[in-house]
């Protein structure tokens, strides 16, 4: 069975900091992506950031140049750090695995309990 646990969520100004980890465990054969996604009251899910194990990153345009996302390959962790934030912000943030539970098997998706962040104004 996978588990992915988040932490780091909180309440902060704007223009404050917080950092996001989340570690994923279980049996695993691989994990192909991991990242962050978003959903504030009242809109749909949204990619935050992604980053693949060949370290290449992708990330939201609202985001950019704030938040940074960093993974460790060999403890299945995934941190997001997010800098300069803004009450637009403000959702839950759930943490999410592309992998694979044994060799040659399709990849699935899995995702944390989700950990809320909120930017005071």
């Known amino acids: 069975q996978v588990q992915l646990v988040e932490s780091g969520g909180g309440l902060v100004q704007a223009g404050g900091s917080l950092r996001l980890s989340c570690a994923a465990s279980?049996?695993?054969?691989?994990?192909?992506?991991m990242g962050w996604y978003r959903q504030a009251p009242g809109k749909q899910r949204e990619l935050v950031a992604t980053i693949i194990s060949d370290g290449s990153r992708k990330y939201a345009d609202s985001v950019k140049g704030r938040f940074t996302i960093s993974r460790d390959n060999a403890k299945n962790t995934v941190d997001l750090q997010m800098t300069s934030l803004k009450p637009e912000d403000t959702a839950v943030y759930y943490c999410?695995?592309?992998?694979?539970?044994?060799?040659?098997?399709?990849?699935?998706?899995?995702w944390g309990q989700g950990t809320q962040v909120t930017v005071s104004s």
């Open positions: 999410y695995a592309d992998l694979q539970l044994v060799r040659g098997l399709v990849p699935l998706d899995y």
């Open positions: 279980g049996s695993i054969f691989s994990i192909n992506a």
